[in-house]
Structure formats: structure tokens, C-alpha cells
């Protein structure tokens, strides 16, 4: 594997929520992001999975230092980027990008579409009026847009046709890291499918390093080259997509996989998770899946499991595969 | 084809809807049964009019801005179209009961969920306030809620998105309902609580001999969940079957570019093939076949007249080069004489 280009150590996000409880004010924290470590390669596409609320989407605004992390080291190309300040940070965005989930709210309405993709290399004092126009034209084209739309506003646009708008706009400055964060969440099945193949085609085209944030599991097989599976905040299993699919070891991940309706009439076993996920505001002790593990025993409760290597680039957190230890160090 | 008398007839609805450049319709010329006790899926991408299906059907639509123009939705010998709002509100709810994604659409959240379903069985079934809550408390036991004691007396927003859809299931089966209309009831949830609701449709519906309209885009809930399924394209049925049938070998190119866009799970996928363009929206709608503008398949007969659904045993579909047609398909036999299936 090549130098990673993104690197994390025991991230950890809090957020602080302040409560009125009758006359006192009650601060209470949400731990969104617990300790998570990955590296993503450059040209490598890390698929992160997870449900509503696990932490997937904290985690990638850390990674483009969109938030401060409240401990934890960053690494962006070997340089550790977790307390620069948003004036030293600023020439680092230009190698950074993202696509939001919700093509309808990340457009401005009142900008044209050249407006919109041209607006980060106008920010970046990148090039002149005509360059940019020129840019532009190429970007939309790259997309699969029109240069003719380049005047036109987002209302006049589709679901998709947004989406490809703001892909347009995240590759502007030719970032060599592209955080997707639920891409196609909001588009049609029809549509969803060539947004994905315009990503999956430009990561390879341009090398770009990409963490593929999704819920959805078959999206995220299709894109990635490694997938990580997030239980509230922290990373139950990490490996490369073709095993972790293949042969997924913690019950979480099985029980995931498992639950996802497939489009192949027939029964099949199920695996049924009881109860609804935890609170991230009170997360259980120990592994953060006991209450709800169909293989939960004795030392889940108390022991928290470590990230440990199974297989070559297959890591997973769970008692089952690594022996109990009483006390945690480093795997 | 079934000799059993279907418990829903709809026949020829079209719906059609207010926009920029006037009234446009919705739902076109919709025809299917519903058989006792079966579970049919409807399935269709965003605007497609399956919604609006199933609000036409229990006079739901939102009005002024919809209305429904011709069509017959016949349900124990009665036309619901035709039904005075006094007596169709004793169908809706009691008879035929509708879920739908966002719990909070049925919920009140100024009202106890206890209340909520103690409200509707007195006013349907006339039970006393204590035999309603009693009533209630089983029916909360019924769909899964741990410890309903305490449940009973939750506001909706105490509860997780999963228990909220429960609750509403719990309202809707208060009454004993022979059909349900359940309108994306799983889109809203993570993929585990998914798992849990559709667990419990499931064997309510057998449990209960339910027919069950599920409403979906999701051609995976479907392919687990319903015997037979409707595809909608652009406000028409393009597609119907039994489910094994329309997986295993669609004869419409729409359902055939859907089921090949789908990014499985379960399945190494070299490349995706999307079907190009766009989903119409209302208005938009050309002469001929509706997704001819896409299809890849489409020559110029296709764009003359908008094909009928052509019919044989179980199977129907809406292309003239379907095999159904008469016409020679992709690898299929001569077809037999198919007449097609129009009022």
C-alpha cells in the first residue's frame, strides 16, 4: 500500500447539549465519533457504513476539518492538520472536496450554474473570468451537463442533474480528496445508478483519494475498495470489500447485511435485531452492540472489545474473535 | 388467471393534479384487483402516481389541487368514488386503513399514543373509554412494544421513528381491517428497524388474513414482501405479475433498466446499467409510450400510441415488443394470440 493520504488516530468528536431541567441547565454530552482510526490511500475509495446516527457523517466533516475534533490526530499528506486554524488550513481545502446527500438544499437558488461550480476557484483567487468560464463548460461536460446550462439556475434543474451540478463544483479545484457523504441518498433508483457510475468513474480517472459515506450496503460495494462498518462512534469491523461482504465476522455487520431486502424473490434467513440502537448520549458499557447482539456473552457488558487483525486488512472488534483481555493495549 | 372474487376492484382511475400549465394527470387509466389475504406490491419511482393511487381510493386526495376524473374503485360491491363522505369515512379507517412513511403524519403529537388508538376505536367500534384502553394496551402488545403498559401513556415524540411506526400500525389493524394501504412504510427507517417492521407486517398479515397494498420504491422490499406487483412508470401500470415471474424475466425495458441499476448487496457488480434521462414530470408527458423518450429499445411504432397493458395468465405488460404483444421480444417465442386487456 502506498503512503496513506488520509490518515486518522482515536478520533473523538463530543458535542455539548445544554438542557433546561426545571431551574437548572443540564449539560449533558453526545459522543458522535468515539475513537476511530483509518487510513485511506491515495486513488483508494473507503466505503464508511452505518445507521442514523453511528457517527459516518461527523466523522468525514472531521476528516476535511469542517469540525474540530475534540481529541485525536488528523493527517492530511503526512502533516498533522487536527488544530490548524481555518487561515492555515486555507490552502489545504483546495486539495479537499465534498458531495452533500440533499441535491435541493446544497445549491444556492439564486446563483447560476456557473456561478455555483466556478464559486471555490473565485474563493481560491484561481484564474481569471474567462479561464473559469472555461472551466466550467469543461466541468459540466465532465459531468455529463450541457455548457448551454451553465447560465441557468438550480430550479431548473432535476434530482440528478443537481447532484451532477455539485459534483461539478466539488472537483473544481481538482481536489485529490473527495468526501461523498450519502451522494444518492435522495435520487430515484433509475438516477441513482448514473450518478454512481459518474463517481466511480472519475475516482478512477482522476486517482482520487474518496471516503463513500452511504447507509445504504450495495451502494457502498459497488463503489469502494474498503468498507468500515460504524456501531455508535466507533468502528466494529474494517476490511477490504470483497471480504467483508464475503465474509463478515462481527454480528453487527452480519445482522446488517442480513436485513438489507435484496431484489430476489425467496426466503431467506434473517437475522432480527431487537430494540432500537442506543442513545449515543448513555452508550452501553463495554461493546457498544451487547443489548442488542443475538451472541452477546459474559465479557461484553464490561470489556470493550479492541480493533484487532483477523486477516490481512481485516480488523474487527468483537469478542468472539479476539480473546477477552481484562485489561486493553494497543492491538 | 383466479377464479377468487378480488375484496378490490380499480378500475380505469386516472387522478389528475393542478400545476403550472394546468390540470395534469397523475394517474392514468389505473386497472388491478386486490384478492383476499394477498399482498401486492406497487412500485415506481418518485411521481410515478402510486401515491396518489392510494389516497384516490379512500377520497383522500389533497383538494382543490387534486381531483379525481373518471375511474371505479370497487370495494364489497360498493364504488368508493361514488360513496357520500358520510359513508365513506366509516370504510376508511374501519374497513380499509392506510400507513404511511412518516409516522407523524398520522400522530398527533399533542395526544397520548394510548389516546390516539382509544380515540379511533370508540369512535368506530362505540367502545366504552375503558374497554377502548384496554383494547389498546393489546394492541400495542400485538405490534411489539415492550413494556405497553407505559407505552399507552407516551407522547409520540417519546418514541424512536421504529416504535412510532408501530404505534401506527397498531392504529390502523384497531378496527380489524380487511385491506391496508401501507404507503413506503419502512423508507423512513434505518436498515435493522426496517427489518423489525417488515418482520411484523408480515406475520400480522398472515396472522390476520389481511390484503395489503404496499406502496414502495424499493424493488428489494418488495421482491421479500409481496406475491404479485404492479410497476409504475409516469402515472400508468407498465408492468404486473407475480413477483418470482417479474424478477426473474421483466418484460418491460423499465422494469428490466431498474432491476439493472440496483446495486446489490449480496452480489459482486462489475458495472451498473442505468437507464439514461430522467423521470418525467407531470406534464412532461408525451404521445406514445411514456418511457419510450428512455427506452433503449424504442422505434418509431412507439411513439405513435400509448401501448394497452397486454395480458396473458398472470403476466401483463404495457410495450409492443413484448412477447405479450404478439410481437418479437428479446429472445422470446412467437407469442400466442394476446388480446389486449382494455375497457
Known amino acids: ?331 | 388467471m383466479r377464479t377468487e372474487t378480488p375484496i378490490l376492484a380499480v378500475r380505469g382511475l386516472t387522478t389528475e393534479l393542478a400545476t403550472e400549465i394546468g390540470w395534469c394527470r397523475v394517474v392514468d387509466d389505473v386497472s388491478f384487483v386486490l384478492y383476499p389475504g394477498e399482498v401486492l406490491g406497487l412500485v415506481g419511482e418518485s411521481g410515478c402516481g402510486k401515491t396518489m393511487t392510494a389516497l384516490s381510493i379512500l377520497g383522500l386526495v389533497p383538494q382543490p389541487q387534486a381531483r379525481v376524473t373518471a375511474g371505479e374503485v370497487l370495494f364489497e360491491g360498493r364504488d368508493l368514488l361514488r360513496l357520500p363522505e358520510r359513508e365513506l369515512r366509516r370504510v376508511r379507517g374501519k374497513e380499509i386503513a392506510m400507513i404511511f412513511q412518516e409516522p407523524m403524519t398520522s400522530l398527533n403529537p399533542v395526544f397520548t399514543v394510548g389516546d390516539q388508538i382509544a380515540e379511533t376505536l370508540r369512535v368506530h367500534e362505540g367502545l366504552s373509554r375503558r374497554a377502548a384502553r384496554a383494547r389498546a394496551l393489546e394492541l400495542l402488545r400485538l405490534v411489539g412494544i415492550p413494556a405497553p403498559e407505559e407505552r399507552l401513556d407516551c407522547y409520540p415524540h417519546e418514541l424512536s421513528g421504529g416504535m412510532r411506526q408501530r404505534v401506527t400500525i397498531a392504529m390502523a389493524l384497531s378496527c380489524s381491517p380487511k385491506v391496508l394501504l401501507a404507503d413506503e412504510p419502512t423508507t423512513a427507517l434505518d436498515v435493522t428497524i426496517q427489518a423489525q417492521i417488515l418482520d411484523l407486517l408480515e406475520r400480522l398479515q398472515a396472522e390476520l388474513g389481511l390484503a395489503v397494498i404496499l406502496i414502495t420504491h424499493d424493488l428489494g422490499v418488495v421482491a421479500e414482501f409481496a406475491r404479485r406487483v404492479l410497476v409504475m412508470y409516469a402515472g400508468r401500470i407498465v408492468e404486473e405479475g407475480p413477483v418470482a415471474d417479474i424478477f426473474a424475466e421483466p418484460l418491460h425495458p423499465y422494469t428490466q433498466g431498474l432491476l439493472a441499476s440496483l446495486p446489490d448487496p449480496r452480489a459482486e457488480i462489475v458495472r451498473l446499467e442505468p437507464i439514461p434521462g430522467n423521470v418525467p414530470v407531470p406534464g412532461e408527458i408525451r404521445r406514445g409510450c411514456r418511457f419510450a423518450p428512455r427506452c433503449r429499445f424504442a422505434r418509431s411504432g412507439c411513439r405513435d400510441a400509448d401501448p394497452p397493458l397486454f395480458r396473458r395468465d398472470a403476466r401483463a405488460v404495457a410495450c409492443i415488443r413484448s412477447p405479450l404483444a404478439g410481437a418479437p421480444g428479446p429472445g422470446a417465442e412467437a407469442a400466442e394470440a394476446t388480446a389486449p386487456v382494455m375497457p
Open chain 1, 1 to 331: 500500500m502506498t503512503a496513506p493520504l488520509v490518515e486518522v488516530e482515536g478520533l473523538e468528536k463530543r458535542f455539548e447539549l445544554r438542557r433546561a431541567a426545571g431551574l437548572r441547565r443540564v449539560r449533558r454530552e453526545l459522543q458522535a465519533v468515539a475513537g476511530v482510526s483509518f487510513a485511506i490511500a491515495r486513488g483508494e475509495t473507503l466505503g464508511l457504513v452505518g445507521e442514523s446516527g453511528c457517527g459516518k457523517s461527523t466523522t468525514g466533516r472531521l476528516l476535511l476539518r469542517l469540525l474540530a475534533p475534540s481529541s485525536g490526530v488528523i493527517r492530511f499528506d503526512g502533516r498533522e492538520i487536527q488544530h490548524l486554524s481555518e487561515r492555515e488550513l486555507r490552502p489545504l481545502r483546495r486539495r479537499m472536496g465534498i458531495v452533500f446527500q440533499d441535491p435541493w438544499s446544497a445549491l444556492d437558488p439564486r446563483m447560476t450554474i456557473e456561478e455555483i461550480v466556478t464559486e471555490p476557484l473565485v474563493v481560491h483567487g484561481v484564474g481569471d473570468r474567462a479561464s473559469r468560464r472555461r472551466r466550467a463548460a469543461a466541468l459540466l461536460e465532465r459531468v455529463g451537463l450541457a455548457r448551454i446550462h451553465a447560465d441557468r439556475y438550480p430550479h431548473e434543474f432535476s434530482g440528478g442533474q443537481r447532484q451532477r451540478i455539485g459534483i461539478a463544483r466539488a472537483l473544481a479545484l481538482e481536489p485529490e480528496f473527495l468526501v461523498c457523504d450519502e451522494p444518492v441518498s435522495a435520487l430515484d433508483v433509475s438516477i441513482r445508478a448514473q450518478i454512481l457510475n459518474l463517481l466511480l468513474d472519475l475516482q478512477r480517472e482522476l486517482g482520487l483519494c474518496c471516503l463513500f459515506i452511504s447507509h445504504d450496503l450495495g451502494v457502498v460495494r459497488y463503489v469502494s475498495d474498503r468498507v468500515a462498518v460504524m456501531y455508535l462512534g466507533k468502528i466494529v469491523e474494517i476490511a477490504p470489500t470483497a471480504r467483508l461482504y464475503g465474509r463478515p465476522l462481527h454480528p453487527y455487520t452480519q445482522a446488517l447485511l442480513s436485513a438489507v431486502p435484496i431484489p430476489r424473490p425467496g426466503r431467506r434467513p434473517r437475522i432480527l435485531l431487537e430494540g432500537d440502537p442506543p442513545s449515543p448520549l448513555a452508550p452501553p458499557p463495554g461493546c457498544r452492540f451487547h443489548t442488542r447482539c443475538p451472541r452477546a456473552f459474559a465479557p461484553c457488558a464490561h470489556i470493550e472489545p479492541e480493533l484487532v487483525e483477523v486477516a490481512p486488512g481485516h480488523r474487527v472488534a468483537c469478542h468472539l474473535h479476539t480473546p477477552a483481555r481484562a485489561t486493553g493495549g494497543a492491538a
